[in-house]
C-alpha cells in the first residue's frame, strides 16, 4: 500500500510525465492518462491524494479522470474501514474549479464518486475520495445500481489477481449538453471504468449511460479512448487497448437488490461466503 506524506498540485504545463512523477505508483507503466483534446486540456489541474490522483477541470469543476493502483492489499484495510466521513468542497483549487455542496442541492442528481471510497484504504484515504473534485453528477439510479455493481466487480478483480490499474471518469455529449445546481454544472453523458490488469496483460472498460434507465456495456479502451479522447493508459502499446480481456460481470448492487420484493432474502444470499467465493472463481475463469 502507498503511503503519501504530501498532497500536491501540478498544473497542465508541467506535462505528463511531470504528473507521473509527483503522484508516484499511481499510474499504469508511469505514465498519467492523457486528454487527447487540446480544447479539454485548457484550465486543467493534477491532484495527488494519497491513494488515487484526479484530473480537474475548470469547465466542469470536477475530474476529467480519477486514476488507482488498486491492490489486494489495499482492499482488505478498506473493508476494514468504516464509511464516516461526507462530501466537501477541495480547498486546494481556485474558487473558479471549485465545485461546493450547494451546486448538488435539490438537484435531484446523486454526487457520484470517481474513485470510490469502499476501495480507500484507511480513514485518511477514504475522507479523501469524498472530495467534490473526485465527484460527478449521476443519476439516483445509475449510482445505486449498475454503477455500483461495476464498481463491485471491479474490486472482485482487484482481489482475484492481487493488483489493477483503474481509471474513472465521466463523458460529456457536446451537442447535447445538460447543466445541474448553483454553479451550473455539467452532466455527463456516460461515466466509464478502464482497467489494466498487468497479470493477465490485458485492458478493457465499463461504459455506462447516466440516465433513469441506465445501462453498462464492456468495450475495449481503444473504443472507449474515440468516445471520451481520453486515452487512460497512454503507457501502454495500441494493441493491448484493441481487444477486452475477460472482464468480469457487472454485479447486481446491493441496493438494487434490497429494493426488489424478498429483497432482503436475496441480498442475503449475494452477501454470503459461498456466494462470494463462487462470485471469485468466475472471475478467476473469465481473466484466464
Known amino acids: 500500500m502507498k503511503n503519501f506524506t504530501h498532497i500536491s498540485i501540478v498544473f497542465l504545463m508541467f506535462g505528463a510525465r511531470a504528473y507521473a512523477a509527483q503522484c508516484p505508483g499511481i499510474f499504469a507503466k508511469n505514465e498519467a492518462p492523457a486528454i487527447l483534446s487540446e480544447t479539454s486540456r485548457i484550465g486543467t489541474v493534477q491532484l495527488c491524494n494519497a491513494n488515487y490522483a484526479v484530473l480537474v477541470s475548470e469547465r466542469t469543476k470536477g475530474p476529467l479522470w480519477s486514476a488507482e493502483d488498486l491492490t489486494e492489499e489495499s482492499l482488505e484495510i478498506a473493508d476494514k474501514t468504516p464509511r464516516r466521513s461526507s462530501f466537501y468542497a477541495d480547498m486546494r483549487l481556485p474558487a473558479a474549479m471549485r465545485a461546493s455542496l450547494s451546486d448538488y442541492r435539490s438537484t435531484g442528481y446523486d454526487r457520484g464518486h470517481m474513485t470510490p471510497s469502499g476501495d480507500e484504504p484507511g480513514l485518511k484515504s477514504q475522507r479523501q475520495s469524498f472530495l467534490l473534485s473526485n465527484i460527478v453528477p449521476q443519476t439516483a439510479e445509475l449510482n445505486r445500481g449498475p454503477w455500483e455493481g461495476v464498481e463491485s466487480a471491479v474490486r472482485g478483480w482487484a482481489r482475484q489477481e492481487g ?46 449511460l447516466n440516465t433513469g434507465h441506465p445501462t453498462c456495456k464492456v468495450t475495449t479502451v481503444a473504443l472507449l479512448i474515440q468516445l471520451v479522447n481520453i486515452d487512460p493508459f497512454p503507457g501502454l502499446p495500441a494493441t493491448l487497448k484493441e481487444h477486452v480481456v475477460g472482464m468480469p460481470p457487472i454485479r447486481e448492487s446491493p441496493y438494487a437488490l434490497s429494493k426488489r420484493p424478498n429483497g432482503k432474502k436475496l441480498f442475503k444470499a449475494w452477501s454470503s461466503r459461498a456466494t462470494q467465493k463462487a462470485i471469485r472463481a468466475l472471475v478467476k475463469a473469465l481473466v484466464q
Open 163 to 208: 493488483e489493477i490499474f483503474v481509471v474513472t471518469g465521466p463523458g460529456y455529449d457536446p451537442e447535447h449538453q445538460v447543466a445541474m445546481g448553483k454553479g451550473r454544472l455539467p452532466v455527463p453523458t456516460v461515466t466509464w471504468k478502464a482497467i489494466y490488469d498487468p497479470a493477465s496483460n490485458g485492458t478493457g472498460a465499463y461504459v455506462c
